[in-house]
C-alpha cells in the first residue's frame, strides 16, 4: 500500500457537506475523511487517514472493484448499496457513490446513509407539499370567495321578497356561505397575518398549550413534560408557535377518545436540541427538537402521506386545516414538522433552527 499523502487544504471545504466523504488513493488508503465521516465512525480523522478504506465495509472486494474501475477509466461514477462497520457500534446502510477527480491518483467516496436519503425524499416531498397548499389556497380565494359573496348578497335579497314562511330555506343558504367563508379565511389567515417576531421560549409554547388542553379534556388525560431546559430562546413568532403545537395536540387528543374513556390517555411533550442536521436542504449546528407524543391508535394509514394536505382528516367532523396550518406556522420559521406513527404510539416532531 502506497503511504498516504498528507491532507491539502482543497478537501476543507467537504468539511461543510451533512453527506460522509473520503478522498481515497486509488488502491484504497485514505488521503483525507471529513468531519461528518468522523461523527458517523466515532473515530478522529487522524485514525482514519492512512487506512485502507475498504476494511471499513463488510464487504470491502465492491469497493476495491469500484476504485479500480475508476482507475482504469472503465465509469466516471459509481453507485452502490453498502454496509459501513463502525467500531464499538451498529453497522450503517449507505448508498455510496464512487466518483473520478481531476488527479489520477485520488478518488472521491461518498456514502449519503439510506436513513437520511430517504429522510431528504421524505422532506422534499413536504416542501412540494407546502407548494401545492399555497396554490390550492390562491385558487380557493379566487374561485370559491367571490362567488360566496355573490350568493350570500342573492339569498339576502330572496329573503326580503319572499313568504316569511320560507326565509329558513334563505337562512340556510346564508348560513351555508358564512360556514365556507370562514373555512377560506382559515386557509388565508397565516398568509395574511403579519409574522411578528420576538424572543421565544420553547417551554413557554408547551406550558400553555398544557394548560389548554387540560381544559378542554380534563379527565383521563395526562400530559407529560419531558424539557431539556438548556434550550436557549430564539426568534419568532410565539402566538404562530402555540397554535401550531395546539393545532398538533389537539388533533392527539382526539385520536385519543376512547383511551381518555379507559383513563390511560397519555400526551408527552418532549425537547430536545439536535446537533449538525440537516432539513429543508440546509445544514445546521444546532436545532429544536420538539415531540409531540401520543399513545392513541396511530395515524391511518390510508392517509399518512397525506395528513399535511388541506381538508384532509383522520376523524368525522374534522376541517382537515389543523396539520396544515401548523405546517404552515413552523415553515415560517425555516422549521418542518415530521410525523411516526404506529399503533399506541404518534410522534409529531418540530425542528426548528437555533442561533
Not at 2 to 26: E, G, I, N
Not at 250 to 270: I, K, P, S, V, Y
Request: some cysteine; proline content about 5%; overall charge negative.
Amino acid at each position: 500500500m502506497k503511504k498516504p499523502v498528507s491532507s491539502s487544504s482543497r478537501f476543507q471545504t467537504f468539511d461543510l457537506l451533512a453527506t460522509l466523504v473520503a478522498v481515497v488513493h486509488s488502491d484504497g488508503a485514505v488521503l483525507f475523511a471529513n468531519a461528518a465521516l468522523e461523527d458517523a465512525l466515532g473515530t478522529s480523522r487522524r485514525l482514519i487517514v492512512g487506512t485502507d478504506f475498504g476494511a471499513s465495509f463488510t464487504e470491502p472486494q465492491v469497493l476495491n472493484n469500484a476504485l479500480s474501475g475508476v482507475k482504469s477509466n472503465d465509469f466516471a461514477a459509481l453507485r452502490y448499496d453498502a454496509w459501513l462497520k463502525r467500531p464499538n457500534r451498529d453497522l450503517l446502510p449507505v448508498h455510496v457513490i464512487v466518483t473520478q477527480t481531476d488527479h489520477l491518483d485520488e478518488i472521491v467516496v461518498e456514502l449519503l446513509p439510506l436513513e437520511q436519503q430517504a429522510r431528504q425524499e421524505r422532506e422534499e416531498r413536504l416542501l412540494d407539499q407546502a407548494q401545492a397548499n399555497k396554490e390550492l389556497i390562491r385558487n380557493l380565494a379566487h374561485e370559491i370567495k367571490n362567488p360566496l359573496g355573490g350568493i350570500r348578497g342573492a339569498a339576502q335579497l330572496l329573503e326580503m321578497e319572499i313568504d316569511s314562511q320560507l326565509t329558513e330555506y334563505t337562512r340556510v343558504i346564508i348560513h351555508e356561505a358564512d360556514r365556507l367563508q370562514t373555512l377560506v379565511d382559515r386557509l388565508l389567515a397565516p398568509h395574511r397575518r403579519p409574522h411578528v417576531v420576538g424572543d421565544v421560549n420553547i417551554h413557554e409554547v408547551c406550558e400553555r398549550v398544557r394548560s389548554l388542553i387540560l381544559a378542554e379534556f380534563p379527565r383521563g388525560l395526562r400530559v407529560a413534560r419531558d424539557y431539556d431546559t438548556s434550550i436557549p430562546e430564539f426568534r419568532g413568532d410565539r402566538e404562530q408557535l402555540i397554535q401550531a403545537v395546539l393545532n398538533i395536540a389537539h388533533n392527539a387528543c382526539h385520536a385519543l377518545a376512547e383511551r381518555m374513556a379507559a383513563g390511560d390517555a397519555q400526551l408527552t411533550f418532549r425537547t430536545r436540541i439536535a446537533r449538525q442536521i440537516t432539513f429543508g436542504k440546509q445544514r445546521y449546528k444546532l436545532a429544536l427538537e420538539l415531540h409531540v407524543i401520543d399513545n392513541g391508535p396511530g395515524v391511518p394509514d390510508s392517509i399518512r402521506d397525506r395528513i399535511f394536505y388541506p381538508l384532509v382528516s383522520g376523524r368525522e367532523g374534522g376541517s382537515g386545516l389543523g396539520l396544515t396550518l401548523a405546517q404552515t406556522f413552523v415553515q415560517q420559521h425555516h422549521g418542518l414538522i415530521e410525523c411516526d406513527s404506529e399503533p399506541g404510539r404518534t410522534d409529531f416532531k418540530i425542528l426548528i433552527p437555533l442561533p
